[in-house]
C-alpha cells in the first residue's frame, strides 16, 4: 500500500490529466514568507459597510492631499447616478458618507474618477476629474473637483473624451471610435491646448483606454498596445517608442473596457480572451486553460464555450494579496439583477487563481475597490456592488462593502467553499483504501456549532459524482488534524479520479493536504 498525494492547487502541479485541474470556489491558496505552500484557506467575508442614496457608477479612488488646517482624511471618492460622495474614515474607523453635490454628468450607467497631484493656484485640493465612461452613450461630459465641483467647459475638451488616466501632471484620454488621444494642460485638468493631441496609428484599429506606469503612456487598441513615452515638450511630451508596441489588443463589449490599474501594473482582458497584466514594460498572460475552456470552450459538447459573456475588470491589493477580479456576466440575460456568470481572480503575489460567487449569484458581487491602512492602523478594502441590469444598463447597487477575513459569511448569508482535486489516474488497477484530509478541524462557532464537511467523488474525470458522506469538522476546541475516509472500491486503470470537497457552514477553512492511500 503506496500514500500518494492527490493534487491541490498551491502545492502539487495542478494538472495531472488533460482532462481536469484542481480548482477552488470561495477558497484561496495562502502562502509563507518564502512563498511555499501554507494553506488553502476560505476567502475574505463581505459586509455592507454603508448604502448610497442612489447606485453606485464609477471606480473608488483615494481622495488627494488638501490644503494645510483642513482635514487630512483617508477618504475615498465614489460617484453615483447624480451625485459625487466621499467614504470617510477617521482614527475610529468608518465615519460615515458624504455627499458633496451633483456632478452635472449623464453618467448612470459608468463614471471613470481620474485622481491627480495637481492643485492650482487657489484651490484647497489635489484635481480629481471624473468622465462619462458609458456603457451605452457617447462619453464625453466631464467635471474637476479641487475643492467645488466644477464642468469642464473648455471647447477642447473633446465631446468623446473617455477611458484616461494621469500622467506627467496632466490628465490624458483617448477619443471614442478614433485613434486620437489628448490631453490637458500641465497642472489644469479644467484647460485643454487644441494641439495637445496625437493619434496612435501604428497599426489599423480603435483605441479604447490609456493608462500610464511611470513615465510611460500605454495605449489599448482593439489589435495593438501602442508605448508612449516621455520626453521634453511643453505642448504633448509624450513621442511613441517605435518597436516596443505590443502584438496584442484589448477586448470591449458593449462598450465596456474591462481593464484597470494598481500601483504600476496594468491589467487587461484581451482580444484573445485571456487575461494580462503588464509590468514595467512587459506583459504576461496570467490566465489559464480552465478559463479559456469557460470562455471559449474546445470545440466539444462538454466544454463548448459561451461567447455570451460580458467581461467586468478590476484590481484591489489585500495584505499578502494582489487581485486582478474579472467577472463575467450572461449578456443574454435580461430580468435585473443578472444572476449567470463567474468571477475568475487571480492572485499576482501567489501566481494562484480561484473562483467566487455571492449567495444566490454565480459570481461575486463586490467589484471596483481602494485599499488602504486606515488612521486607526487597520487595513480596509472597500468595494462598490456590481448588480448590473442589462435591459436598462446600468449599476442597480447603492451598497458599499467591506471585505473582512474574520467574517466568515456575506452580509450574514453562508456562501459555499469548493475544493476540487485536479484528477489523479494509473497505468493499473488500484483500491482506494483510504483517503485522509489534512485541514483545521474544531471550527464549531455560536452559529454553526457542529459543522460538515461534503465529500464527493468521480472516477470518469468529473463527469459524475457519486456522494460519499458528510464529515464532522467538530465543535470548537475540537481538533484532530486529519480525517480520515474509507470505502472509495476500486479504481480502473487509466480512470480519473477527483475528490470534491465542499464545506456550505460560516465557518473558519484551512485544508492543508489530501492524501490518498492505494493498493
Same mark, same amino acid.
Given at each position: 500500500?503506496?500514500?500518494?498525494?492527490?493534487?491541490?492547487?498551491?502545492?502539487? $502541479?495542478?494538472?495531472?490529466?488533460?482532462?481536469? *485541474?484542481?480548482?477552488?470556489?470561495?477558497?484561496?491558496?495562502?502562502?509563507?514568507?518564502?512563498?511555499?505552500?501554507?494553506?488553502?484557506?476560505?476567502?475574505?467575508?463581505?459586509?455592507?459597510?454603508?448604502?448610497?442614496?442612489?447606485?453606485?457608477?464609477?471606480?473608488?479612488?483615494?481622495?488627494?492631499?488638501?490644503?494645510?488646517?483642513?482635514?487630512?482624511?483617508?477618504? /475615498?471618492?465614489?460617484?453615483?447616478?447624480?451625485?459625487?460622495?466621499?467614504?470617510?474614515?477617521?482614527?475610529?474607523?468608518?465615519? +460615515?458618507?458624504?455627499?458633496?453635490?451633483?456632478?452635472?454628468?449623464?453618467?448612470?450607467?459608468?463614471?471613470?474618477?481620474?485622481?491627480?497631484?495637481?492643485?492650482?493656484?487657489?484651490?484647497? $485640493?489635489?484635481?480629481?476629474?471624473?468622465?462619462?465612461?458609458?456603457?451605452?452613450?457617447?462619453?464625453?461630459?466631464?467635471?474637476?473637483?479641487?475643492?467645488?465641483?466644477?464642468?469642464?467647459?473648455?471647447?477642447?475638451?473633446?465631446?468623446? /473624451?473617455?477611458?484616461?488616466?494621469?500622467?506627467?501632471?496632466?490628465?490624458?484620454?483617448?477619443?471614442?471610435?478614433?485613434?486620437?488621444?489628448?490631453?490637458?494642460?500641465?497642472?489644469?485638468?479644467?484647460?485643454?491646448?487644441?494641439?495637445?493631441?496625437?493619434?496612435?496609428?501604428?497599426?489599423?484599429?480603435? !483605441?479604447?483606454?490609456?493608462? &500610464?506606469?511611470?513615465?510611460?503612456?500605454?495605449?489599448? *487598441?482593439?489589435?495593438?498596445?501602442?508605448?508612449?513615452?516621455?520626453?521634453?515638450?511643453?505642448?504633448?511630451? !509624450?513621442?511613441?517608442?517605435?518597436?516596443?508596441?505590443?502584438?496584442?489588443?484589448?477586448?470591449?463589449?458593449?462598450?465596456?473596457?474591462?481593464?484597470?490599474?494598481?500601483? =504600476?501594473?496594468?491589467?487587461?482582458?484581451?482580444?484573445?480572451?485571456?487575461? *494580462?497584466?503588464?509590468?514595467?514594460?512587459?506583459? #504576461?498572460?496570467?490566465?489559464? %486553460? =480552465?478559463?479559456?475552456?469557460?470562455?471559449?470552450?474546445? +470545440? #466539444?459538447?462538454?466544454?463548448?464555450?459561451?461567447?455570451?459573456?460580458?467581461?467586468? !475588470?478590476?484590481?484591489?491589493?489585500?495584505?499578502?494579496?494582489?487581485?486582478?477580479?474579472?467577472?463575467?456576466?450572461?449578456?443574454? $440575460?435580461?430580468?435585473?439583477?443578472?444572476? %449567470?456568470?463567474? #468571477?475568475?481572480?487571480?492572485?499576482?503575489?501567489?501566481?494562484?487563481?480561484?473562483?467566487? &460567487?455571492?449567495?444566490?449569484?454565480?459570481?461575486?458581487?463586490?467589484?471596483?475597490?481602494?485599499?488602504?491602512?486606515?488612521?486607526?492602523?487597520?487595513?480596509?478594502?472597500?468595494?462598490?456592488?456590481?448588480?448590473?441590469?442589462?435591459?436598462?444598463?446600468?449599476?442597480?447597487?447603492?451598497?458599499?462593502?467591506?471585505? =473582512?477575513?474574520?467574517?466568515?459569511?456575506?452580509?450574514?448569508?453562508?456562501?459555499?467553499?469548493?475544493?476540487?482535486?485536479?484528477?489523479?489516474?494509473?497505468? #493499473?488497477?488500484?483500491?482506494?483504501?483510504?483517503? %485522509?484530509?489534512?485541514?483545521?478541524?474544531?471550527?464549531?462557532?455560536?452559529?454553526?456549532?457542529?459543522?460538515?464537511?461534503?465529500?464527493?467523488?468521480? *472516477?470518469?474525470?468529473?463527469?459524475?459524482?457519486?456522494?460519499?458522506?458528510?464529515?464532522? !469538522?467538530?465543535?470548537?476546541?475540537?481538533?484532530?488534524?486529519?480525517?480520515?475516509?474509507?470505502?472509495?472500491?476500486?479504481?480502473?486503470?487509466?480512470?480519473?479520479?477527483?475528490?470534491?470537497?465542499?464545506?456550505?457552514?460560516?465557518?473558519?477553512?484551512?485544508?492543508?493536504?489530501?492524501?490518498?492511500?492505494?493498493?
Amino acid at each position: 500500500m503506496a500514500r500518494i498525494d492527490i493534487p491541490i492547487p498551491g502545492r502539487d $502541479e495542478d494538472y495531472n490529466s488533460r482532462k481536469s *485541474k484542481a480548482t477552488l470556489l470561495n477558497l484561496m491558496v495562502e502562502q509563507n514568507r518564502d512563498g511555499s505552500f501554507k494553506a488553502i484557506k476560505k476567502r475574505e467575508g463581505v459586509t455592507t459597510l454603508a448604502t448610497l442614496s442612489e447606485p453606485a457608477t464609477s471606480n473608488i479612488v483615494r481622495r488627494g492631499a488638501q490644503a494645510a488646517g483642513l482635514n487630512q482624511s483617508y477618504d /475615498a471618492w465614489i460617484t453615483g447616478t447624480t451625485n459625487l460622495f466621499t467614504i470617510n474614515f477617521d482614527i475610529t474607523g468608518f465615519s +460615515g458618507i458624504t455627499n458633496i453635490g451633483a456632478h452635472g454628468i449623464n453618467g448612470f450607467s459608468g463614471v471613470q474618477l481620474i485622481q491627480s497631484t495637481n492643485r492650482p493656484a487657489g484651490a484647497t $485640493e489635489d484635481q480629481l476629474i471624473g468622465i462619462e465612461n458609458s456603457l451605452q452613450a457617447s462619453g464625453g461630459d466631464g467635471f474637476i473637483f479641487d475643492g467645488a465641483i466644477n464642468p469642464i467647459v473648455d471647447p477642447d475638451f473633446s465631446g468623446g /473624451a473617455r477611458s484616461g488616466d494621469f500622467l506627467n501632471s496632466r490628465f490624458w484620454f483617448v477619443l471614442r471610435n478614433n485613434k486620437v488621444f489628448f490631453c490637458s494642460e500641465a497642472g489644469n485638468g479644467l484647460n485643454y491646448d487644441p494641439l495637445a493631441f496625437a493619434s496612435a496609428d501604428e497599426t489599423d484599429g480603435q !483605441l479604447y483606454a490609456a493608462r &500610464s506606469t511611470g513615465s510611460n503612456l500605454w495605449l489599448f *487598441k482593439n489589435s495593438r498596445i501602442e508605448y508612449w513615452q516621455t520626453f521634453s515638450d511643453p505642448t504633448f511630451p !509624450l513621442r511613441r517608442v517605435q518597436g516596443a508596441s505590443l502584438d496584442v489588443g484589448i477586448t470591449s463589449f458593449a462598450n465596456i473596457t474591462p481593464i484597470d490599474k494598481l500601483k =504600476d501594473a496594468i491589467a487587461f482582458f484581451a482580444n484573445d480572451s485571456t487575461v *494580462k497584466v503588464i509590468t514595467g514594460s512587459q506583459v #504576461t498572460q496570467v490566465s489559464d %486553460e =480552465d478559463l479559456a475552456l469557460r470562455i471559449v470552450g474546445d +470545440g #466539444t459538447a462538454e466544454r463548448d464555450g459561451d461567447d455570451r459573456l460580458t467581461p467586468f !475588470l478590476s484590481m484591489v491589493d489585500r495584505p499578502n494579496h494582489r487581485y486582478v477580479i474579472l467577472t463575467m456576466f450572461d449578456s443574454y $440575460e435580461i430580468s435585473p439583477p443578472i444572476t %449567470e456568470g463567474f #468571477t475568475w481572480v487571480y492572485d499576482i503575489k501567489t501566481g494562484q487563481s480561484h473562483y467566487r &460567487s455571492s449567495p444566490n449569484l454565480d459570481y461575486w458581487r463586490p467589484y471596483y475597490g481602494h485599499s488602504f491602512t486606515g488612521p486607526d492602523n487597520k487595513y480596509y478594502t472597500v468595494m462598490m456592488g456590481n448588480e448590473y441590469s442589462r435591459s436598462s444598463g446600468q449599476f442597480n447597487d447603492a451598497n458599499i462593502y467591506k471585505l =473582512d477575513p474574520d467574517a466568515y459569511t456575506d452580509d450574514g448569508t453562508s456562501f459555499p467553499c469548493v475544493l476540487q482535486s485536479a484528477s489523479l489516474s494509473f497505468d #493499473t488497477d488500484r483500491v482506494i483504501e483510504y483517503i %485522509e484530509v489534512e485541514m483545521e478541524t474544531g471550527v464549531g462557532n455560536a452559529a454553526s456549532p457542529n459543522p460538515v464537511m461534503t465529500v464527493e467523488y468521480s *472516477k470518469d474525470g468529473g463527469a459524475t459524482f457519486n456522494t460519499w458522506g458528510d464529515v464532522e !469538522l467538530g465543535e470548537s476546541g475540537d481538533a484532530q488534524n486529519r480525517i480520515r475516509m474509507n470505502s472509495f472500491g476500486r479504481l480502473v486503470r487509466h480512470r480519473d479520479f477527483i475528490l470534491r470537497l465542499t464545506i456550505e457552514e460560516p465557518v473558519r477553512v484551512e485544508i492543508y493536504g489530501l492524501y490518498g492511500w492505494f493498493s
